[in-house]
Nanobody, 127 residues
Framework: QLVESGGGLVHAGGSLRLSCTASGLTLDYYAIGWFRQAPGKEREGVSCIGVKNGTTNIGPTYFADAVKGRFAISRDSAENTVYLQMNSLEPEDTAVYYC?????????????????WGQGTQVTVSS
């Protein structure tokens, strides 16, 4: 039900914007998380945004230390899409990126078992 897109091959220092869309889910009603898994490594959280609540989102948005200042997360309610804008990409950002959705009204960084997952999109950053 979740579909990621926007991955690809980019040189170090470049940018990509990943999209997470859904069929059958209205993403405003879900916390959305972005995760990544590099070869031989465990999946790690990258960023998340809480359930939309009026003009804001429940709880603070979260960014992993490794991406703070370089990545941004945002919603487009009209498009039923959540974006992960990735700037100043580094070879260490190379991974499969997944989005996930959860219905709980918690600060998203406290969610540990997400309800829905996408299939992932490959991001490769060359040096």
């Amino acid at each position: 039900q979740l579909v990621e897109s926007g991955g690809g091959l980019v040189h170090a220092g470049g940018s990509l914007r990943l999209s997470c869309t859904a069929s059958g889910l209205t993403l405003d009603y879900y916390a959305i998380g972005w995760f990544r898994q590099a070869p031989g490594k465990e999946r790690e959280g990258v960023s998340c945004i809480g359930v939309k609540n009026g003009t804001t989102n429940i709880g603070p948005t979260y960014f992993a230390d490794a991406v703070k200042g370089r990545f941004a997360i945002s919603r487009d309610s009209a498009e039923n899409t959540v974006y992960l804008q990735m700037n100043s990409l580094e070879p260490e950002d190379t991974a499969v990126y997944y989005c996930a959705a959860d219905f709980r009204l918690w600060p998203c960084a406290k969610i540990y078992d997400w309800d829905y997952w996408g299939q992932g999109t490959q991001v490769t950053v060359s040096s």
